[in-house]
């Protein structure tokens, strides 16, 4: 296989694994539709960011965009990163073989 061919499937492999991975691990480190589960790595984040400052979590905090993203689901825009960021990784990869 030449390597404009392994490149493109690197790139396309990145892509897709991007696209599956990023919702999954919101819901992995506990940002889910139903909110911050209980016990999990996001319960932890919201706790230290809400002691941070003063008891509530910041608007625009790491801590309330995952949240947002974990209820929401990702928008187009950051949809089309996580997709592009996934591609470029397959793409450098491909050239580790």
Not at 26 to 33: E, I, K, M, V
Not at 39 to 58: E, F, L, Y
């Amino acid at each position: 296989m030449g390597h404009v061919s392994a490149a493109a499937i690197g790139a396309g492999v990145g892509a897709v694994a991007a696209l599956f991975a990023a919702p999954a691990a919101l819901g992995f480190a506990g940002f889910t539709s139903a909110g911050v589960a209980a016990g999990s790595v996001a319960a932890k984040m919201m706790s230290a960011a809400a002691v941070a400052n003063g008891g509530g979590v910041a608007a625009g905090s790491t801590v309330a965009v995952l949240q947002s993203a974990g209820a929401a689901g990702l928008s187009g825009a950051v949809t089309a990163a996580v997709t592009g960021a996934g591609a470029a990784a397959g793409y450098l990869a491909s050239f580790f073989r």
